[in-house]
């Protein structure tokens, strides 16, 4: 079965609301989260990631919650902006010495709206 | 200028033919990943490379196998290719080590077709 999960495959938030996107992992060894953006022909990178010792983590509009007993992780966009339009694809995996055999959501695409 | 390149961008290949897929990287990154991406499955792991030669399988392993006889080289080989490897594959690096050391670095992507 799919280890991590994005349960929508699309999302539509109007300019300036709040984009949350949702990803649910299986694996309890996870220990590594990560949210990652592609635009339409273009290679992912990544936004933001978070280690499993914390639950939250900021950077400017982009937020991070890691709820663990839940296995569920979500990123939360704030002032969303039309150029926010993307796939975003969530990231999660177990630490092996360094590396981290990465499994990858199905992508949720968000549109935002002006 | 740190960057992984995927040769070529676009291939395609006839049923049962072999196909070369080639992936570089200058950031002496240690780690090297080959991923596919088919729509509604997302990116898919296909092997995962420590170091040269060593190389460990993915998620979906069959059918494909890999080289990586320099750090900063690592191929992807089909042998007789089939219709549903008809897909985009992505080349992917990351530094292992450090603070960083699970960020994966994407190469642009190779959208393969057989026919």
């Known amino acids: 079965g799919q280890q991590v999960k994005q349960s929508s495959p699309s999302l539509t938030v109007q300019e300036g609301g709040i984009s949350i996107l949702n990803c649910d992992y299986e694996?309890?060894?996870?220990?590594?989260f990560a949210w990652y953006k592609k635009y339409p022909d273009n290679s992912p990178t990544l936004l933001i990631s978070?280690?499993?010792?914390?639950d939250k983590r900021e950077d400017g509009r982009l937020t991070v919650f890691l709820n663990k007993s839940g296995k569920h992780f979500s990123l939360h966009i704030t002032a969303s902006q039309p150029e926010d339009t993307a796939v975003y694809l969530c990231?999660?995996?177990?630490?092996?010495?360094?590396?981290?055999?990465?499994?990858f959501g199905e992508g949720t695409k968000l549109t935002v709206s002006s | 200028d740190m960057k992984v390149t995927q040769m070529p961008r676009y291939l395609i290949k006839r049923m049962g033919e072999n196909v070369l897929l080639e992936c570089g990287q200058d950031?002496?990154?240690?780690?090297m990943y080959w991923y596919r991406q088919d729509p509604g499955l997302g990116l898919q792991l296909i092997y995962i490379?420590?170091?040269?030669?060593?190389?460990s399988e993915g998620d979906i392993p069959k059918g494909y196998r890999v080289s990586r006889k320099k750090r900063e080289h690592f191929s992807l080989i089909l042998d007789s290719a089939k219709t549903n490897q008809t897909s985009v594959y992505f080349c992917?690096?990351?530094?292992?080590?450090?603070?960083?050391?699970?960020?994966?670095?994407f190469g642009s992507g190779t959208r393969l077709t057989v026919l």
């Open positions: 992917a690096s990351s530094l292992g080590t450090g603070d960083s050391a699970e960020t994966l670095y």
């Open positions: 694996n309890d060894m996870f220990d590594y």
């Open positions: 978070v280690r499993s010792n914390v």
């Open positions: 990231a999660a995996g177990e630490n092996q010495g360094g590396s981290a055999k990465l499994i």
């Open positions: 950031m002496s990154h240690e780690t």
């Open positions: 490379s420590y170091d040269v030669d060593s190389n």
